[in-house]
C-alpha cells in the first residue's frame, strides 16, 4: 500500500550564488569544446565556460544512416577538426565533451536509443580519443543537460535534489544532488500505469497521438507525480525542445514540487558535455 504523503508544496529551493556546488574546485574558465550526438544530428561548439556560451560557430551535420561507430566518428572528428582550427594552437589538449543517447558507464555505451545497436558495450570513449587526438569524455545526453542547467541555467547554485527531464523523442533524465551528478538515471522508464513511461508522456507521444496540451499535461503530471514520491526533488527541470512552450503545459501540473523550464535548449548537451569534460580533466590533475 502507497503510504500517506505530506501535501503541502514544498519549500523553493535555496540556491548559494556565491559558489558552483559540484564544480571540481569552483567555477569554470577557459574553453572546452562539446559534441552532441543524436538521432538525426551530431552538433558541436566551442564553449566559454565561464558562461557557458558558445564562443564560435555551432556547426551541425546530419547523423549518418545506418549510425554505426565508424560512420558516426568520422563526423565526430570533422566536427571537432572544424572547431579545433578556430582555437588558439588548433585547441591542443582542449577536453572534448561528447553527449550520446545511452546509457554510459566508464566511456562504454550499455544501451542505444535511437542510434545503431551495434554501440552496445562499444568503449565510445577509447574510439573518440582515438579519432579526435584529444582527452575525450562521454556522458549520456540527459545528464550533460543536466550538468549545463546546474552550472549555467535555471538550476544553477540549486542546493540539495534536482531533477532534469527532457522530454523528445523518449524522455531522458538527470539527478543531481548540491550539483554532483548520479549518472544513467534512466527514470523515463519508470513504470507508470503499467507502461514504460517514455511511451506516454514522451514530447514524440504528445505528437503520436495527437494530444491536446492539457491531455499531455495530464499525462506529465501522473509521470512527475510518481517521479517525486520516489526521489523528493528540491527541483525539477524540464528539458527538451518543447520546453520552448512550456507556458502552454508547466501551468496544468499540479505538483508538490517547484517545477521551471530548462533556460539553455538547444544549446545544453553541448555545453553540459564541455563542462563535465573540463571538470573531469580537471579532478584528474591533468
Ligand atoms: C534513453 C536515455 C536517453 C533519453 C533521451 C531514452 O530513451 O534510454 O538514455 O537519455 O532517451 O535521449
Known amino acids: ?31 572546452g569544446i562539446g559534441i ?45 577538426d572544424q572547431i579545433s582550427a578556430q582555437l588558439p594552437e588548433g585547441g591542443a589538449g582542449i577536453p572534448v565533451g561528447i553527449t550520446f543517447p545511452a546509457v554510459i558507464q566508464h566511456g562504454v555505451a550499455r544501451t542505444a536509443a535511437n542510434v545503431d545497436k551495434s ?3 562499444f568503449d565510445v570513449a577509447t574510439l573518440m580519443t582515438a579519432v579526435t587526438g584529444h582527452p575525450v569524455h562521454v556522458v549520456n545526453d540527459a545528464d550533460a543537460a543536466g550538468i549545463a542547467e546546474a552550472r549555467y541555467g535555471a538550476a544553477k547554485g540549486v542546493k540539495g535534489v534536482v531533477v532534469l527531464a527532457t522530454l523528445g523523442t ?6 543531481m544532488v548540491d550539483g554532483v551528478l548520479l549518472p544513467n538515471t534512466e527514470l523515463g522508464h519508470l513504470e507508470v500505469d503499467g507502461h514504460d513511461a517514455e511511451t506516454r508522456a514522451s514530447d514524440a507521444a504528445r505528437e503520436r497521438d495527437d494530444l491536446s496540451w492539457s491531455h499531455w499535461a495530464k499525462r506529465l503530471n501522473r509521470y512527475f507525480s510518481s517521479l517525486e514520491a520516489l526521489l523528493w526533488p528540491d527541483l525539477i527541470v524540464v528539458g527538451g525542445g518543447v ?3 512550456s507556458e502552454k503545459f508547466l501551468p496544468e501540473l499540479s505538483l508538490r514540487t517547484p517545477i521551471v523550464p530548462a533556460q539553455l535548449l538547444n544549446s545544453a548537451g553541448i555545453v553540459g558535455a564541455a563542462a563535465l569534460a573540463s571538470e573531469q580533466q ?3 590533475g591533468s
Open 170 to 175: 523518449g524522455i531522458g533524465t538527470a539527478v
Open 36 to 80: 552532441d550526438i543524436g538521432g538525426s544530428g551530431i552538433k558541436g561548439a566551442p564553449v566559454d565556460l565561464a558562461t557557458g556560451e558558445f564562443s564560435g560557430e555551432r556547426i551541425r551535420i546530419p547523423t549518418p544512416q545506418p549510425s554505426t561507430p565508424d560512420a558516426v566518428s568520422r563526423v565526430v572528428k570533422d566536427i571537432v
Open 282 to 284: 580537471r579532478s584528474s
Open 1 to 31: 500500500m502507497a503510504p500517506e504523503t505530506s501535501t503541502e508544496p514544498t519549500t523553493q529551493p535555496t540556491t548559494d550564488a556565491g559558489s558552483a556546488p559540484g564544480s571540481a574546485a569552483g567555477a569554470l574558465t577557459g574553453t
Open 243 to 245: 520546453s520552448k512552450k
Open 119 to 121: 554501440w552496445i558495450d
